[in-house]
């Protein structure tokens, strides 16, 4: 096979110009489905925007995958204990939110794997719950090293097709269900913005309410004023930066699915 000719000269194609159309704000849903690994990831990814669909009328759902025993940087942490105290913390943090109930899954923190089991688990829950919206990790950012974040980024993309379909996990005994748009956030290729404006505190209190990440998580050094304050700086900026891409000063930014 003979190669074409070309000019010889080579373009990256990190230079090329990025044109892609960026949404903003889907009409508010009767009911949302976020799902995160760890107790905490939820608040991080769509807090912002589950507060201001609360604050509008929406009924929220929380669902946490694994049981978060890995969220320590103390090797001597009863982690019994740790796992409680992050559950309650989790209740706290969804009630700030705007509340709805919270489901724990308590699989192995670090060790989740997108199994039949656990698409089964939260296939059953989409089914039960029958969200309009489900919000999750995107599992195609790249270069993300924490494996349960990919993991239950993969869980929800494939629960969502199991929950949608009759022959899937025939033995739930419930009605099959699409949601209308899925939302991952974190997401390597953003299409989609969320105005959270007004709603920022809201996001960064149910983030505060998560005390045992102050350390590990949120670079808060315990019981300091002046890293809650910069925590907050943070997270602003990150907000702003999200919002950016469709030039709203607060936002959070996702990869919105539609083709359900
Ligand atoms: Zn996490």
Known sequence: MSTPETSGRIVPVNDLPERRAVSVDLTTPTSVLAIGAHPDDIEFGCGGTLAKWAASGAALHHLVITDGAKGTWDPHRDVVALVAQRQQEQRRAAALLGGGDVVFLERT???LRNGVAERWDVSRWIRRIRPDVVLGHDPWRRYRLHPDHRHAGFIVTDAIVAARDPHYFADQGLAPHRPSALLLW???EPNHV???????????AALLAHESQFESTMGIEEGTSAGVDEFARRVHSQLAEHGAVAGI?????????TDM
């Open 186 to 188: 974190e997401a390597d």
């Open 194 to 204: 969320e105005d959270v404006s007004g709603h920022t505190e809201t996001k960064i």
């Open 109 to 111: 923190d670090g060790e």
């Open 249 to 257: 000063a607060q936002g959070e930014s996702f990869h919105l699915v």
